[in-house]
Structure formats: structure tokens, C-alpha cells
């Protein structure tokens, strides 16, 4: 399994070779990320199947349930081996209601930051990505020197290897990088959802990883006749095509799709072979350019 993983690649990501099939911990929360998972036992299994079958790029947050992905994660891989690299976020934490509620201040990125290591189980966390909060979903301009400084300094004191960030604009990135050496994005990105694509390239002739985060749409799954005909032709799930057009789309897009369920964590890692012709491509292309014009 291992080899299906290596089709695709590896990118550098805080210093190690990690490969472009990764896996995003989000799902194994309860709904709506929030609360324990009703299967706790599958969770683990899903984590242990995707470090066994070559993925070593896991990411998360402690304010993932809050704290039950990191504990799960803790559970099920813990020590971990050498060559994981477990990316985390902080700049949010989690409302009794289940909101989402901005915590940007430095003492609360610090809070943040020890949260991840008690609850992971570690001394050095190997990437924190600084999650702002902008629009949510979106970017929006402002200044993050504050937040990326708090985090440099938690990176002096050796709690943090490597800084990335996430929700962000290309100005912003530029702000970030006069203050400490930024090693990834995550924004949101996907075969529709095209808002980055001079963001990706720019990345790209910078050897940053594009992290995009909402790979298959999220919240609102990718939907298109095009998509599913193109799947259908190639005896392959949609899904798995519009993973593979991003694997195809710039070398340094890492991906992090999640699930709670081993079959579609399955599926999600066999789209790492799935090899896309030029007239695929164009013709996928050309989904994000219509839905532009909407």
C-alpha cells in the first residue's frame, strides 16, 4: 500500500520528505466536530490503516472536538515513528455550544500551543499553523504579525519546529515570512473552489506546501455531472477523481482529505495512482472556470 502512496510523490514539509497523500484528522470528532465519535474503536483503526499504509503527514487541532482528535490520535499512535510528521493548528477554540470562537491573542496561541502538546503527547510539536480567522472559509486583509510573532516566540522556546499558516492572503504570507520562515499554507481549495490559483503557483517557485484545506468541498460536497461522467469513465469515484486533479495540479499541493471510515479512507489513498490524461485535465479545468462564471 505503501507503493499506491508513492505514485504520487513526496514534498518537503518542516524539513522532511512527507507524501502528497496525507490524511486530515478532523472527522474523527463527534458531528459537527464537536463531542467524541460514536465509534471510538473504528477512529483509531482508521488513524493505525493510514500510518500502516505509508501516510506521514497528519493533521489536526486540539480544538477538534475540542481535544478528542489529538487524545485519539494519542491513542492510537503514540510513540510515534520517526518519519510522522503531525501538523496542528491554533489562532480558535471551541464554544460550550459548539462554536467556533477566534482566540488570536498571544495568550491564547500559548494556551493553544500546550494544548496540542499535553494532548498529542509531546515535547515539540513538528508544525503549528497559524489558523486566522479572516471570514472564516475566506481570507481577508489585516495584518497577523501579532499572532505570527506570539508563535516565533514559542518557536525560540523550542515547543514548535516549524510555522504555517492557514486562512490566508498572499500579503499576509509576505508579512508572516519578515518574521519567521513559513513552511506551509492552508486555505481553501479544490476542484471548484479556485480562488488560490496564482497562491499555488507563487508557493510552488517558493518550495512552501499548499495545504488545501475542504479538498472535496467540505461541509457542501463537490457536486458535477462532468465530474461524476469523468469518474465514471475512469472506473474511478468522483472523489477520488477531484483528489487526483489536485495531486496533478502543482507539485507542492499536499493533501489531508478526511474521514471517520476505513472504506473511504481506502478509497481516498488508492486516488494517489490515479493517473489523469491532458484531456482529463482540461476538461476538470473547466468545471472550476464555469462555476467562476456563475
Known amino acids: 500500500m505503501s507503493k499506491l502512496l508513492s505514485a504520487a510523490g513526496t514534498f518537503s514539509l518542516g524539513g522532511r520528505a512527507v507524501n502528497r497523500m496525507g490524511y486530515g484528522a478532523m472527522q474523527l470528532a463527534g458531528p459537527g466536530v464537536f463531542g467524541p465519535p460514536k465509534d471510538r474503536d473504528t477512529a483509531i483503526a482508521v488513524l493505525r490503516e493510514a500510518v500502516a499504509s505509508g501516510v506521514n503527514h497528519i493533521d489536526t487541532s486540539d480544538f477538534y472536538g475540542p481535544h478528542v482528535t489529538n487524545q485519539i490520535i494519542r491513542e492510537a499512535l503514540h510513540p510515534y515513528s520517526d518519519d510522522l510528521t503531525i501538523v496542528t493548528k491554533v489562532g480558535a477554540v471551541r464554544g460550550s455550544d459548539s462554536s467556533w470562537l477566534p482566540a488570536q491573542e498571544p495568550k491564547e496561541i500559548e494556551r493553544g500551543v500546550h494544548d496540542n502538546l499535553r494532548n498529542l503527547g509531546l515535547e ?55 518574521i519567521a520562515k513559513i513552511v506551509c499554507v492552508q486555505n481553501h481549495y479544490n476542484l471548484v473552489q479556485r480562488g488560490d490559483e496564482a497562491l499555488v503557483d507563487e508557493l510552488a517557485s517558493k518550495g512552501i506546501a499548499y495545504v488545501p484545506f475542504f479538498p472535496l468541498g467540505g461541509f457542501t460536497p463537490l457536486q458535477s455531472s462532468t465530474l461524476s461522467s469523468i469518474a465514471a469513465s475512469l472506473g474511478a469515484t468522483p472523489m477520488q477523481v477531484a483528489l487526483a486533479w489536485l495531486l496533478h495540479r502543482a507539485p507542492n499541493i499536499l493533501l489531508i482529505p478526511g474521514t471517520s471510515s476505513l472504506a473511504h479512507l481506502r478509497e481516498n489513498l488508492q486516488a494517489a495512482s490515479l493517473k489523469l490524461s491532458d484531456e482529463v485535465l482540461a476538461e476538470l479545468d473547466a468545471i472550476g472556470e464555469r462555476v467562476e462564471q456563475h
Open 124 to 178: 515539540r510539536l513538528d508544525v503549528v499553523n497559524m489558523r486566522i480567522m479572516g471570514n472564516v472559509h475566506a481570507p481577508s486583509e489585516g495584518s497577523i504579525a501579532k499572532q505570527v510573532a506570539a508563535l516565533a516566540e514559542l518557536q525560540q522556546q523550542g515547543l514548535v519546529r516549524h510555522i504555517g499558516l492557514s486562512n490566508v492572503t498572499s500579503t499576509q504570507i509576505a508579512e508572516a515570512q519578515g
